[in-house]
């Protein structure tokens, strides 16, 4: 770059540090690309599944369906509609 541009020059642009944006992005910077990686924030760090939507789901699940078992021993169910000594 010289002292005048201060544009970035890349192939290729990419939109969203996701597992998708990561592959593509590593795959073409391996075949010689210049990549430029945008996330628009940095609390989403690879993307809404790890931050927002699966992997928090799950945990929450879990969580919840442990603390069932402690509250109501007996029921023997996972429903979390289920009433306990019902």
Do not use: Q
């Not at 789901?57 to 919840?64: C, D, Q, R």
Request: net charge positive; glycine share 16%; with cysteine.
């Amino acid at each position: 770059m010289g002292t005048t541009d201060r544009g970035l020059r890349a192939d290729l642009l990419v939109i969203g540090f996701g597992k998708g944006g990561k592959t593509v992005a590593a795959t073409m910077g391996g075949l010689g690309k210049r990549v430029v990686l945008v996330e628009r924030s940095a609390r989403m760090y690879g993307g809404t599944c790890p931050n927002v939507g699966c992997v928090p789901t799950k945990a929450l699940v879990h969580h919840s369906r442990k603390r069932r078992r402690r509250m109501c021993p007996r029921s023997g169910t996972s429903a979390p509609w289920a009433r306990c000594g019902r």
